[in-house]
């Protein structure tokens, strides 16, 4: 069974700098999809990132970007240029390739980002 | 805006007494998912909609069950809410692309159990 990891409950940054946030995920399979979900407090996680494990480039949006380690089983976020409204719950997630359309994700127990003035 | 809604937002139940939490969409999405967040741990899926076919999570209790009379709406019921219950219930839709789907959630409805 596969199995994601994120070791740091809380996290803290000052605003205007950069923070990573590690993941971790365990799995035998070749095809998996990997997430990173934003989820402020009272409101809806939403996606923040996706890679597919087929690629080698590392994915990028806007501020945020992943550092993909396929080998090393690992999946950071790099959030640069932290703004107040980062502050939130993050979730990493891993959703099998294999088996159809609808397979589920698997998440972390999440990274709680705290955004200092 | 097309979203996921999730009504109640607090829902606060007895032990014992049944509670129905409702997921819409105006996303038009196929499939409709349910998660179970507790306190401090991962989201977990409970169960999954793919338009009509229901496919239940093999460690997901009997005394939860979901109805989804249309694509807009999904139900989840929970037969008789013990104290380990209590949690945040997540909705989720996608649209079912073969590879790399996205799921949009809704807000949550936070169970208290008393």
């Known amino acids: 069974a596969q199995t994601v990891t994120q070791s740091q409950p809380e996290m803290s940054v000052q605003e205007a700098e950069t923070v990573t946030l590690s993941c971790t995920y365990d799995?035998?399979?070749?095809?998996?999809?990997l997430f990173w979900y934003k989820q402020p407090p009272s409101r809806q996680m939403i996606l923040v990132i996706r890679?597919?494990?087929?690629?080698?480039q590392n994915a990028t949006e806007n501020r945020f970007s992943v550092n993909f380690q396929k080998a090393a089983k690992s999946f950071s976020l790099k959030i640069s240029d932290s703004q107040l409204g980062d502050a939130a719950m993050y979730f990493c997630?891993?959703?099998?390739?294999?088996?159809?359309?609808?397979?589920?994700?698997?998440f972390g127990t999440g990274t709680l980002l705290a955004v200092q003035p | 805006d097309a979203m996921v809604i999730q009504n109640p937002r607090y829902q606060v139940t007895q032990f014992g007494k049944p509670v129905t939490l409702s997921c819409s969409q105006t996303l038009n999405h196929n499939v409709m998912y349910w998660y179970q967040q507790k306190s401090s741990q991962a989201p977990k899926l409970l169960f999954h909609y793919y338009d009509k076919d229901f496919n239940n999570e093999a460690d997901t209790p009997d005394n939860f069950q979901s109805r989804r009379p249309n694509t807009s709406f999904c139900f989840l019921d929970i037969r008789s809410p013990g104290l380990g219950d209590a949690a945040m219930y997540l909705c989720a839709t996608s649209i079912p692309t073969g590879r790399a789907e996205t799921q949009y959630f809704g807000p949550g409805t936070r169970l208290l159990v008393l």
């Open positions: 799995t035998s399979e070749s095809d998996y999809y």
């Open positions: 997630a891993y959703r099998s390739g294999y088996g159809g359309a609808t397979n589920k994700l698997i």
């Open positions: 890679q597919e494990a087929y690629k080698q």
